[in-house]
């Protein structure tokens, strides 16, 4: 095991020190002589050389997603204690804290959002950055033309971050860093509590946690989903924690925090029926007769996070995700713990594969075209079936071996 850790976390610190070919010209992030020194080396040999993007882009993540399913595997006959998967994500997501955000500049526009709020006196869900033409920010912001696109939760949820800045642009950029892993160690967590002692169930919270989607996206990218996720998945969990805390105020504290995650990206106003009917399922349930009726609900609570998981991927599908963005991935990879069938599982792992696939002809161009689109669906929903029929042929090979070996 030990030995895929630590290549693993080499392959990390790989990937933080290939980031920085993909900063903006335009955006200093320090001034240090050694520093320049780095980035213009940086610009020379990887930002503008397509090939050497694609290559290298490619190279690791392949590498990444060996050495995962490796890791996997060795991990498969090891108890995991809390403190072992916590030392174990640790060490292999120490180095992405220091990288930079290459797929994605969706951080930049948390600050300005949260710097129109607090400094400039302006709503960020109305205005926009363009109205602040001598901003410097716009030199290397995107999508600064639409106001934010998040709820006002995240707004607010962001806003102490940026305090934490204290006026400096490197050091809110490093506070929104914090807040990604806050997010990531909030989501693991409450995962961890609800799936209890269940050493398999463990193993797919690694899987998780550990997914090269997940630490890139997340880690390095510093996307906010899992603040969305997490606060949802703790508003689940609080309903059915079995406390002497009083009732009354565990579901006031369920429903704030169902509440902040509805109003960060909306998405989770999925788990409304199921908030409701954690408190009121088992009353309806004691008032059925109906066998057949009572024995279909059973079935569905039984497969109750394998059903949000689909639930979660079906908005994937449609224009307003602008075609499957990566890491909104997430929000069916999360329930990867505690989901019951084994093959929707699998599935949602080679997906995961894919979609890092999907970002090639984005790094080729630079940038989103609207003509590499149907290229990027096929990579996405192709690499993740030619993937997923690979891991169902060999489960049958395996299987019919064991059956000769009987």
């Given amino acids: 095991m030990k030995k895929w850790v630590v290549a693993y976390s080499i392959l990390t610190a790989l990937y933080a020190f290939f980031s920085y070919g993909f900063v903006l010209p335009n955006l200093i992030l320090s001034q240090n002589s050694l520093y320049m020194q780095f980035q213009w080396w940086m610009w020379d040999h990887i930002f503008v050389v397509p090939a050497v993007r694609v290559a290298g882009f490619l190279t690791l993540v392949i590498l990444m997603w060996c050495v995962y399913l490796l890791l996997l595997k060795t991990l498969s006959t090891t108890r995991l204690t809390g403190k072992k998967i916590l030392l174990l994500v640790a060490l292999i997501i120490a180095s992405l804290l220091f990288s930079y955000n290459a797929l994605s500049a969706d951080v930049f526009n948390y600050i300005f959002n949260a710097k129109m709020l607090t400094q400039l006196g302006s709503n960020p869900h109305v205005q926009t950055a363009f109205d602040f033409p001598a901003e410097p920010m716009l030199n290397f912001m995107h999508n600064a033309h639409s106001p934010a696109p998040y709820g006002y939760a995240w707004t607010f949820l962001s806003s102490p971050f940026y305090f934490l800045g204290l006026g400096k642009f490197i050091l809110q950029w490093l506070a929104m860093k ?65 406390t002497t805390f009083p009732r009354p105020l565990l579901i006031i504290f369920s429903f704030l925090s169902l509440l902040i995650s509805i109003n960060i990206k909306f998405a989770t106003i999925i788990f409304l029926p199921v908030w409701l009917w954690f408190i009121f399922g088992a009353k309806i349930k004691s008032s ?84 590499q689109r149907t290229l990027e669906t096929a990579i996405t929903f192709g690499a993740s079936l030619v993937f997923f029929l690979i891991v169902y042929f060999i489960d049958k090979l395996k299987l019919n071996h064991a059956r000769r070996q009987n």
């Fill in 178 to 242: 914090l807040a990604a892993l806050l997010s990531f160690a909030l989501t693991g967590f409450v995962l961890y509590k609800m799936i209890g002692k269940n050493n398999q169930k463990r193993w797919w919270l690694v899987a998780f946690l550990l997914n090269p989607l997940i630490i890139l996206e997340f880690i390095s990218n510093l996307h906010n989903d899992l603040w969305m996720m997490g606060l949802g998945l703790l508003s689940l969990y609080l309903i059915k924690l079995k």
């Fill in 288 to 371: 059925l007769t109906n066998k057949t009726f009572l024995s279909l609900i059973n079935l569905k609570e039984k497969y109750l996070w394998d059903i949000l998981a689909i639930v979660f991927f079906l908005p994937l599908l449609l224009p307003r995700s602008q075609q499957f963005l990566p890491w909104y991935l997430s929000w069916s990879l999360v329930f990867l713990p505690l989901m019951n069938n084994k093959w929707l599982r699998l599935a949602l792992i080679c997906f995961s594969a894919s979609s890092l696939l999907r970002y090639l002809p984005w790094l080729f161009h630079s940038g989103y075209l609207s003509e």
